[in-house]
């Protein structure tokens, strides 16, 4: 079983800064992909970034240039960090793994966090 805690969601003011921090837990390979996702209700959860235990990264082109996704391996953690949000970036921000077993691909999610972007 694999378990995905987020921290650090809240209100942000438009043009501040916000961390988001993930660990995850359990029976997970040392090669994955892990990866933010976000979703207001009423619509569908989309990928915001994702990032590749060797480092490669991918950033949905609405936060490209804003967000910054990092991951400590050895620590199991990803992070995003959320510069000059702006109220459209409002969302409950969810945390993703997804990884081979060798037979399929598995793919776990947190419970997500609020980000609301407001003054």
């Known amino acids: 079983q694999v378990h995905l805690v987020e921290s650090g969601g809240g209100l942000v003011q438009p043009g501040g800064s916000l961390r988001l921090s993930c660990v995850a837990s359990g029976d997970i390979p040392s090669v994955n992909v892990m990866a933010w996702y976000r979703q207001v209700p009423g619509q569908q959860r989309l990928l915001v970034a994702s990032i590749t235990t060797g480092g490669n990264t991918e950033y949905a082109d609405s936060v490209k240039g804003r967000f910054s996704i990092s991951r400590d391996i050895a620590k199991n953690t990803v992070f995003l960090r959320m510069d000059t949000p702006k109220p459209e970036d409002t969302a409950v921000y969810y945390c993703?793994?997804?990884?081979?077993?060798?037979?399929?691909?598995?793919?776990?999610w947190g419970k997500g966090t609020q980000v609301t972007v407001s003054s």
């Open positions: 993703n793994t997804k990884f081979s077993n060798g037979i399929t691909w598995l793919e776990f």
